[in-house]
């Protein structure tokens, strides 16, 4: 599918990239690494469509994103764990969308930060 001549990524496609996990988690570096390892790597058509916009911002050759988990047993809504590093900055990041795909709310979880003086998790 295209979108003004641009290739469209499916959302089903996208949101089938967040394998259900079981709850309760516990979000930490060593679950980010099993995670990069466990789960396809997302094509940059997929960050660019769904998850960049959600930040507000156009990733740079530094950005990393890492599909997390899908939060199962949401009956009108899908909520994914997306993980977004960034020079100084590591997020897990909470978005939801309605089954159509369009954005309900984003928020971060958790994450590491440097403020200029201080490293702040």
Not at 57 to 73: H, L
Not at 88 to 93: H, K
Request: aromatic residues 14%.
């Amino acid at each position: 599918m295209k979108n003004n001549g641009k290739p469209v990524v499916h959302f089903g496609h996208f949101i089938d990239k967040f394998p259900e996990i079981e709850l309760p988690i516990t979000l930490n570096d060593e679950i980010q690494h099993q995670f990069s390892k466990n789960n396809e790597p997302l094509p940059p058509l997929m960050i660019e469509q769904y998850l960049a916009p959600l930040d507000g911002q156009t990733p740079d050759e530094y950005t990393e994103y890492i599909a997390c988990f899908r939060i199962p047993n949401t009956q009108d809504f899908h909520a994914i764990v997306y993980w977004r590093a960034e020079l100084l900055t590591y997020e897990f990041n909470l978005a939801t969308f309605s089954k159509k795909g369009e954005l309900i709310a984003r928020r971060t979880l958790a994450g590491t930060f440097y403020d200029g003086e201080q490293l702040i998790q």
